[in-house]
Nanobody, 117 residues
Framework: QVRLVESGGGLVQDGGSLQLSCEGFGVINGFGTMAWYRQALGKSRELVAEITRDGGANYAHSVKGRFTISRDNAKDMVYLQMNGLKPDDTALYYC???????????WGQGTQVTVSS
């Protein structure tokens, strides 16, 4: 059974930093594209950043230059380094991933990030 487990959320002050981690389990051949999404209270879930297996990354305009997505294919992990955090970044952050050669994606349970002003 494929599972994604996030960690690293928490409470941080305006301008602070956090690193989120997501570890994947249950795949034999690793993951293809991995991504971070977020959902703020009362808003739709939105893509924050995504990264292909070979390291190509895309970012939402709102986080470009502040957040960095990276991955370790050997460990089936993806990371999100978040710098210059703002109150608007407050949300539940979800890890998303496609097992290689699969059309079905999977979601983690989410980790809360709260930025105080």
């Amino acid at each position: 059974q494929v599972r994604l487990v996030e960690s690293g959320g928490g409470l941080v002050q305006d301008g602070g930093s956090l690193q989120l981690s997501c570890e994947g389990f249950g795949v034999i051949n690793g993951f293809g594209t991995m991504a971070w999404y977020r959902q703020a209270l009362g808003k739709s879930r939105e893509l924050v950043a995504e990264i292909t297996r070979d390291g190509g990354a895309n970012y939402a305009h709102s986080v470009k230059g502040r957040f960095t997505i990276s991955r370790d294919n050997a460990k089936d992990m993806v990371y999100l380094q978040m710098n210059g955090l703002k109150p608007d970044d407050t949300a539940l952050y979800y890890c998303n991933a496609y097992p290689r050669w699969s059309q079905e994606d999977y979601w983690g349970q989410g980790t809360q990030v709260t930025v105080s002003s």
